[in-house]
């Protein structure tokens, strides 16, 4: 990515290739998450340095595209495309939390648009998408307040829905039992252990991670799913009202978080690692609303 018009190499220009997922659970839970501002390379014929030679082209991720990113990345470096003097054209994948992303982009745009530091600084990414159109006005919204006369993030497009996927739980089958209802976020609110919620489940006390909000898009729309179910409301309906009212709500099931992830794929490492010897873990545990 670059902030400025005047780079001579490796420019970009910003056209957004978005799509949208509708999330349907059994909270009635609709969420569109739209691939934020996925910018496009602009011709690099004047960045070759000969045959043999590579440019490789860093792209930061959210950490839900970080598989999509490196087996992209992997199908490139078999068949590289080439430029007009035969330089090797090579993507370089990193993935983070999508609020890690945001935080990144603002302080090189912060660095560059006030600090003076070189638009084609190499630690810049080319290529940039979070997971969620949240995020993504999030990042709009932060470079605008650094440049309110410039456009630097396009707004997120509306786009037919391509897939639908669930919320879910992951927990040990032995405890599985007792999250299955239709306010599951409540019943923890309610309970201190996991036989308040099934007699017949072993008695353990409940202990509940998920990634962070500012941190990580998952954790974000776990934090939406919490206050559409207290709230009674699918989440595109809730107002700031809405939010100032069940904040309490929302803080007696926080209560029992004992970890925030920095993203999806770092939770779900250490939850595998420190699993105890023996349970299979994790368990997926979902079902559709098809409202």
């Known amino acids: 990515m670059r902030f400025s018009s005047l780079v001579p190499c490796g420019v970009v220009r910003r056209r957004p290739y978005c799509h949208r997922h509708r ?15 996925l ?15 590579e440019i490789a082209i860093p792209m930061l991720v959210g950490s839900a595209l970080g598989g999509f990113c490196e087996q992209a990345a992997a199908a490139i470096a078999r068949q590289p495309p080439r430029l007009d003097d035969g330089t090797r054209v090579q993507l370089r994948c990193r993935a983070a939390g999508s609020g890690d992303v945001v935080s ?38 932060r470079l605008q307040q650094l440049a309110p006369s410039r456009d630097l993030i396009p707004a997120p497009a509306d786009a037919p829905a391509l897939a639908s996927s669930p ?82 709500g929302v803080a007696a099931i926080q209560r029992h978080i004992t970890r925030y992830g920095s993203s999806t794929d770092e939770l779900a490492g250490r939850c595998s690692a420190t699993a105890p010897s023996g349970r299979r873990w994790p368990r997926s545990m979902s079902r559709r609303w098809w409202g």
């Open 104 to 141: 990144e982009i603002e302080r090189h745009a912060r660095a560059v648009l006030q600090g003076g530091a070189p638009a084609d600084d190499p630690s810049i990414p080319v290529l940039l998408s979070v997971d969620g159109e949240i995020y993504q006005e999030l990042l709009r919204y």
């Open 167 to 248: 919320m879910v739980f992951m927990t040990t089958p032995a405890l599985a039992k007792g999250l299955q209802r239709s306010d599951p976020y409540q019943a923890l609110a309610r309970s201190t252990d996991h036989r308040q919620l099934d007699p017949a489940g072993p008695s353990q006390l409940i202990r509940f991670v998920h990634t962070a909000p500012t941190r990580s898009n998952s954790g974000l729309q776990t934090l939406v799913a919490m206050f559409a179910e207290v709230a009674g409301k699918p989440p595109e309906a809730l107002t700031l009202a809405d939010v100032s009212r069940h904040a309490a």
């Open 39 to 53: 910018l496009l390379l602009a011709p690099l014929a004047g960045c070759g340095s000969g045959p043999g030679q």
């Open 23 to 37: 999330h349907r659970h059994r909270h009635r839970h609709r969420h569109r998450c739209t691939a934020a501002a």
